[in-house]
């Protein structure tokens, strides 16, 4: 378990004012160490009875500290197990087209899929409106855990007709975006919708996201679109709320 400063220790203040209230003093000395990395995404934080004993205050300050950094993002809570620090969010404009891929590549990071199926399909009546296929058409349904330097951020089913795209299921998709795949058979994304709310997740997404049964994911479903207007590809997706920040520009 890391170190935890003291109210009185040269460390603290340096990252908030000694005439700062206590709860103050607390939320930047922590902040301080998870910007540190002696907490990194994913640990959890010591116990609010921990931090109170450490800082020698009472409990209601060291919860109202550690509250504003669950606030503010930095820290999850998840009932009956503990709080845990959150990795860096990914804010995102949804009006624009980007793959998961190309997002996290976007922010430095290293982005990996964990493939938990691959294999054809017939296209069901909602896949089938989506792509605009007859049903019982040939698709590809590719499962996969989305991954931002090791850590899961999104579960995506995503379905893609056979006729665009053959040979897709020998393609090494860990280590591929299908944007780019698309724009190889010359059907780049040019296009498309997608829509987004909020959902508990069940037992099967939090287990693949590293969730608790029941935390807020956004849910999201998505028709991509070439130039041509063919629709490439159909998502299902759940997301990890705490991860990802929704931002779009607003018009009179």
């Not at 959150?86 to 990071?109: H, N």
């Not at 330097?149 to 299908?178: H, W």
């Not at 040019?190 to 287990?207: K, N, S, T, V």
């Not at 807020?216 to 705490?242: Q, W, Y």
Request: aromatic residues 8%; hydrophobic residues 40%; negative net charge.
């Amino acid at each position: 378990m890391p170190w935890l400063a003291v109210p009185d220790s040269p460390e603290l203040a340096t990252v908030a004012s000694r005439e700062a209230p206590l709860y103050v003093q607390i939320r930047e000395a922590l902040r301080h160490q998870i910007a540190n990395c002696d907490y990194t995404p994913g640990d959890r934080l010591p116990s609010e009875g921990h931090i109170a004993e450490s800082f020698h205050v009472n409990r209601l300050t060291a919860r109202r500290a550690v509250s504003d950094l669950v606030r503010e993002g930095m820290l999850q809570r998840r009932p009956g197990v503990g709080t845990f620090v959150v990795g860096q969010k990914f804010v995102r404009d949804p009006t624009t087209l980007t793959s998961v891929w190309e997002t996290i590549k976007e922010l430095g990071m290293q982005p990996s899929s964990q493939v938990i199926a691959k294999e054809i399909v017939q296209a069901d009546t909602d896949v089938a409106e989506a792509l605009d296929l007859s049903e019982g058409e040939s698709v590809y349904r590719i499962c996969r855990v989305r991954l931002a330097d090791g850590e899961p951020l999104a579960y995506q089913v995503a379905y893609v007709p056979v006729s665009l795209f053959p040979s897709l299921l020998e393609v090494d998709l860990s280590q591929e975006s299908l944007y780019r795949l698309y724009r190889r058979y010359g059907y780049a994304p040019a296009g498309g919708e997608q829509r987004i709310e909020a959902a508990a997740a069940g037992p099967e997404i939090a287990g693949y996201l590293d969730l608790a049964v029941g935390s807020p994911v956004l849910h999201l479903k998505r028709i991509t679109r070439a130039m041509n207007g063919e629709s490439v590809e159909f998502v299902i997706g759940h997301i990890r709320s705490d991860r990802y920040v929704i931002c779009m520009p607003l018009h009179l």
